[in-house]
């Protein structure tokens, strides 16, 4: 008798035993599988700022100004990368095809992603798939400009003029947004002007200054610099209301040409970048935009301070393609 209470006792020991064992090790499972997975940061190494447009243009000018800026506020080295060509596609590229570690972002109007999708043929990069917005920086707009030794005051104006005219009219464009505004004005005002297309808007100041172009629709920065220089004359923006930043210059819609090109410059990343990565880009712009000395040089460029979440960028985006198929549609482009 007791041979055998002995015997269950230990049998029950045993299976006592082994149960915890299991319990022990199904809780350290769960415990395992519950811990959160450690946030990706961003590697050490040079932080590369990479601009669609070559050195002395407008974005190279803002892309400067935010790299120092970035510079105290990441602690790191930061590089600026010129990649001009492709209406911006091979800076947009080169960077989707970085490693999506965060030391390559891409600052440059994300407008222009929206209208390339629609403006290059079998075009390599799909803005909807291949880009992340990590963060935005800012709204602006194209401005349409002629050179100030020419007689025009108002769109009014120039518009009598190139209707007189007609295919004798020239105008310069610079980059899709430059393209889009100008073939709205010329559609609605039942233009014949003839367009030159420019590698980058600096590249038609002699055209403009000795008279072979008539008029130009240029970024805001650029358009801004010239008119103080005394080189240009500004005579309407394409957003459908004025901007805060620039209160004096009428819109092409109060002139009789209604359009709304709104543009914006965002910090961009391949889209496998992880998400605590994009989120720690987005805390850096969010700090450079809320200091005051980028409000104002923001301002005096021509543009409004705009700051989102990377989600909300995202989503602007996406309106973005969908808006400028309708803009490209309605301008008769043609993908090429």
Same mark, same amino acid.
């Not at 809780?27 to 811990?35: I, Q």
């Not at 310069?172 to 004005?185: H, P």
């Not at 935009?289 to 104002?296: G, P, V, W, Y």
């Given at each position: 008798?007791?041979?055998?209470?002995?015997?269950?006792?230990?049998?029950?020991?045993?299976?006592?035993?082994?149960?915890?064992?299991?319990?022990?090790?199904?809780?350290?499972?769960?415990?395992?599988?519950?811990?959160?997975?450690?946030?990706?940061?961003?590697?050490?190494?040079?932080?590369?700022?990479?601009?669609?447009?070559?050195?002395?243009?407008?974005?190279?000018?803002?892309?400067?100004?935010?790299?120092?800026?970035?510079?105290?506020?990441?602690?790191?080295?930061?590089?600026?990368?010129?990649?001009?060509?492709?209406?911006?596609?091979?800076?947009?590229?080169?960077?989707?095809?970085?490693?999506?570690?965060?030391?390559?972002?891409?600052?440059?109007?994300?407008?222009?992603l929206a209208s390339n999708f629609h403006l290059i043929k079998n075009n390599p990069v799909?803005?909807?798939?291949?880009?992340?917005?990590?963060?935005?920086?800012?709204?602006?707009?194209?401005?349409?400009?002629?050179?100030?030794?020419?007689?025009?005051?108002?769109?009014?104006?120039?518009?009598?003029?190139?209707?007189?005219?007609?295919?004798?009219?020239? =105008?310069? &464009? #610079?980059?899709? @947004?430059?393209?889009? !505004?100008?073939?709205?004005?010329? %559609?609605? *005002?039942?233009?014949?002007?003839?367009?030159?297309? =420019?590698? &980058? #808007?600096?590249? @038609?100041?002699?055209? !403009?200054?000795?008279?072979?172009? %008539?008029? *130009?629709?240029?970024?805001?920065?650029?358009?801004?610099?010239?008119?103080?220089?005394?080189?240009?004359?500004?005579?309407?923006?394409?957003?459908?209301?004025?901007?805060?930043?620039?209160?004096?210059?009428?819109?092409?819609?109060?002139?009789?040409?209604?359009?709304?090109?709104?543009?914006?410059?965002?910090a961009m990343v391949p889209a496998a970048t992880p998400k605590s990565i994009v989120q720690?880009?987005?805390?850096?712009?969010?700090?450079?935009?809320?200091?005051?000395?980028?409000?104002?040089?923001?301002?005096?460029?021509?543009?409004?301070?705009?700051?989102?979440?990377?989600?909300?960028?995202?989503?602007?985006?996406?309106?973005?393609?969908?808006?400028?198929?309708?803009?490209?549609?309605?301008?008769?482009?043609?993908?090429?």
């Open positions: 008798m007791n041979s055998q209470g002995n015997g269950w006792r230990a049998n029950l020991q045993h299976r006592t035993f082994g149960a915890a064992l299991t319990i022990a090790a199904g809780l350290m499972l769960a415990g395992t599988l519950a811990a959160p997975v450690a946030a990706q940061s961003i590697p050490e190494g040079d932080i590369h700022l990479v601009v669609a447009f070559p050195p002395g243009s407008g974005s190279d000018v803002l892309v400067r100004f935010l790299a120092e800026k970035l510079r105290p506020v990441s602690g790191r080295t930061v590089v600026v990368e010129n990649k001009p060509g492709a209406a911006g596609n091979i800076a947009t590229q080169y960077m989707t095809r970085s490693k999506p570690n965060g030391l390559t972002i891409f600052v440059h109007p994300a407008n222009t799909n803005a909807a798939k291949d880009v992340q917005v990590a963060a935005t920086i800012n709204k602006q707009t194209v401005m349409l400009v002629v050179d100030a030794k020419r007689p025009w005051k108002t769109i009014g104006d120039l518009t009598a003029h190139l209707r007189k005219v007609g295919d004798k009219g020239t =105008y310069a &464009t #610079a980059g899709s @947004s430059s393209v889009i !505004m100008c073939a709205l004005y010329k %559609d609605a *005002a039942k233009l014949e002007s003839v367009e030159v297309n =420019y590698k &980058t #808007a600096p590249d @038609s100041l002699n055209d !403009m200054a000795s008279g072979v172009i %008539d008029f *130009a629709c240029h970024d805001p920065l650029f358009a801004l610099t010239h008119q103080r220089e005394g080189r240009f004359r500004i005579l309407g923006v394409a957003t459908g209301e004025r901007l805060t930043a620039a209160p004096d210059l009428p819109t092409m819609t109060e002139a009789g040409y209604p359009m709304d090109l709104s543009g914006w410059f965002a720690q880009i987005n805390s850096w712009f969010d700090e450079i935009t809320s200091q005051e000395d980028t409000r104002r040089f923001l301002q005096n460029s021509g543009s409004d301070v705009w700051v989102t979440t990377p989600e909300e960028g995202q989503a602007q985006l996406a309106k973005d393609i969908e808006d400028w198929g309708k803009y490209v549609s309605i301008a008769k482009l043609l993908p090429q």
